[in-house]
């Protein structure tokens, strides 16, 4: 009698076969950032971001460089996507969006991310308790632009820290990384687990597919209590910038005197 | 008490944004009653220069060596070093290290940290740092409470003030600890100053039509001294280098002058650049957004406006 070929049974045990050489536990670290095109105004006497209104985001350094490349790289070799936030109930939306894309399964620390040190803090806490091969997240935030996170974090748990990283090869557990520095870019090597923080150029955007955003609502999201510590810096106060005098409109048949304007009046030549 | 300033020496020269900090350390330490001082690490010509900007000694690492970068090993040897001198601030440039080291420091100095500050601190009640946030949109205002404090200074906050008089760098040999990063190689264009760095920066995006075009842009840069740049649909074309995108996902600036010619201003481009000091934009769409930001506009074809302007510098410049 026949024996019916198992397809799916097959490819499991090819995955496995790899699994001591290849497969990786990655850890992607999200945040979540107002839409850039929001307006920007403060509550609590200019002391709190007032989100009234407001279309939050999943950070995009966060998203199309550091989870993308997470995902490409276990679809390559098999293994885990971790997706990590800390924050609110209110969050789940994008990272329910990151398990939409192709991240495994999710944890959210249910803290608010009041400072770089609260959020690095927590998510050292919870990698301490797991052993992820790599942790990814973007360059930075794009709504505070710190780039605090990874470093500190990479710290916290004493491991390597590659910033600004546009490409990620790897081979075993060595890492040949890109990352950009001013005027072009640095090439360097790593030796097992390290901290990545992602830049243009990692990876491409994903748009998540129906299937992607139907199966992402079974995949598992844990919901944990905060693990990290209290913040080190207050929020005093927002301030808005000095409001422009509006554009002064020079003919273009006389750059001369754009010239001299630059020159007499903004100095800057 | 005192406050430690890391200055970056690559290829063995300081850069401005080195000496920017430099000046900022001692404005601190001068605000605090204390002391500022310097620490360079590898290969650097005349470390002792750094007195001119205020700092009153200077640490020199391994002087005779080129030492890669790595924010593990950079990280420890400069905390030491801020331990054994007492020192409870530390300053740092917002560059590419600069960044990579300030939250790594902050944990190892159990410190409140600021990443980007945009002006010195506000003594008056607290240690309230400032930076720009919201790309720009807005400015944020921290207390730092914490008994040790990390900051990094964004490029072009203040200007170095050359003040004092030289001093003798202090050589000081440190076993640097062995780590599992090895930096290869490294790739940077020769000759230019790194946006992130310049002053002057002339700019354009697909109003150009196309990268046979840039010539007119290069030669205005070179009237001026100025670092080239584009937009973000100009670098995913590969008109021009990627390193050369500014804007939201490429390189943020702030440099003294903003050129921008033939790019509309898209919101995403404005959050890259929109701290610059004074912005001109060059545009044949009156309704182009950029001219909302700008401090001076020309209205017209830029294949006429450009040269035209390139050629008004050169007269100022040879007058």
């Known amino acids: 009698m026949w024996q019916k070929y198992d397809f799916k049974q097959a490819y499991k045990n090819i995955v496995n076969s790899n699994i001591k050489l290849y497969q990786m536990n990655i850890l992607v670290c999200i945040s979540k950032t107002p839409d850039t095109t929001s307006k920007i105004s403060f509550k609590s006497g200019d002391t709190e971001y007032n989100s009234d209104g407001v279309t939050f985001i999943m950070n995009p350094y966060d998203e199309w460089y550091a989870l993308v490349r997470a995902i490409e790289l276990t679809e390559q070799n098999g293994g885990n996507v971790t997706v990590l936030n800390v924050g609110p109930a209110s969050n789940d939306i994008i990272i329910r969006k990151a398990l939409a894309i192709g991240g495994s399964d999710a944890v959210r620390i249910d803290t608010e991310a009041s400072d770089a040190y609260t959020v690095a803090s927590n998510i050292a806490a919870y990698a301490k308790t797991k052993s992820f091969d790599l942790i990814f997240l973007g360059k930075e935030t794009i709504d505070y632009n710190g780039s605090e996170v990874g470093a500190m974090v990479a710290e916290l748990l004493d491991l390597p820290y590659v910033s600004y990283a546009s490409t990620l090869e790897i081979s075993g557990s060595t890492s040949t990384v890109t990352r950009d520095i001013e005027g072009g870019v640095e090439v360097c090597q790593v030796d097992g687990p390290f901290v990545l923080s992602a830049a243009k150029g990692m990876a491409e955007q994903r748009i998540p597919n129906m299937k992607g955003i139907m199966m992402a609502k079974n995949k598992p999201l844990e919901v944990i209590a905060p693990i990290g510590d209290a913040a080190k810096v207050s929020t005093i106060q927002f301030v808005l910038p000095p409001a422009k005098s509006g554009v002064k409109l020079i003919d273009p048949e006389n750059m001369d005197e754009l010239v001299r304007l630059l020159h007499e009046e903004a100095k800057v030549i | ?319």
């Open chain 2, 1 to 319: 008490m005192s406050v430690l300033v890391y200055i970056e020496s690559p290829k063995g020269q300081f850069k401005k944004t080195g000496l920017e900090v430099a000046s900022y350390a001692s404005k601190v330490a001068q605000a605090t009653g204390t002391e500022a001082i310097a620490l360079v690490i590898g290969n650097a010509q005349n470390a002792g220069q750094l007195g001119l900007y205020g700092i009153s000694k200077v640490l020199h690492v391994n002087s005779n060596d080129t030492i890669e970068f790595d924010a593990q090993s950079f990280t420890k040897v400069i905390c030491d070093i801020a331990l054994a001198q007492g020192a409870t601030t530390v300053i740092l440039s917002n560059t590419a290290n600069g960044k990579a080291l300030t939250g790594r420091l902050a944990i190892r100095m159990n410190a409140g940290s600021v990443s980007g500050a945009n002006s010195l601190p506000d003594l008056s009640n607290g240690f309230v740092v400032s930076k720009s946030v919201y790309s720009g949109k807005a400015i944020v205002k921290y207390n730092i409470t914490t008994a040790n404090k990390v900051i990094s200074v964004m490029g072009n906050s203040l200007q170095p003030e050359a003040t004092g008089s030289d001093v003798t760098a202090e050589p000081i040999q440190v076993s640097f600890p062995t780590t599992k990063l090895k930096v290869l190689e490294r790739k940077t264009s020769e000759g230019i100053v790194p946006l992130p760095e310049a002053e002057l920066v002339v700019s354009a995006g697909r109003g150009m039509k196309g990268p046979e075009n840039w010539g007119i842009i290069e030669d205005l840069a070179t009237s001026l001294g100025a670092t080239t740049a584009c937009s973000r649909p100009v670098a995913d074309t590969h008109w021009r280098p990627h390193h050369e995108h500014v804007g939201q996902t490429g390189v943020a600036i702030r440099p003294n002058l903003y050129i921008a010619a033939g790019i509309s201003g898209a919101i995403q481009h404005l959050a890259g650049v929109n701290n610059s000091k004074v912005i001109v934009v060059i545009n044949k769409d009156p309704e182009a957004p950029f001219f909302k930001a700008a401090d001076y506009g020309v209205v017209g074809d830029l294949f006429d406006v450009v040269p035209r302007l390139t050629a008004a510098i050169k007269k100022f410049k040879a007058s």
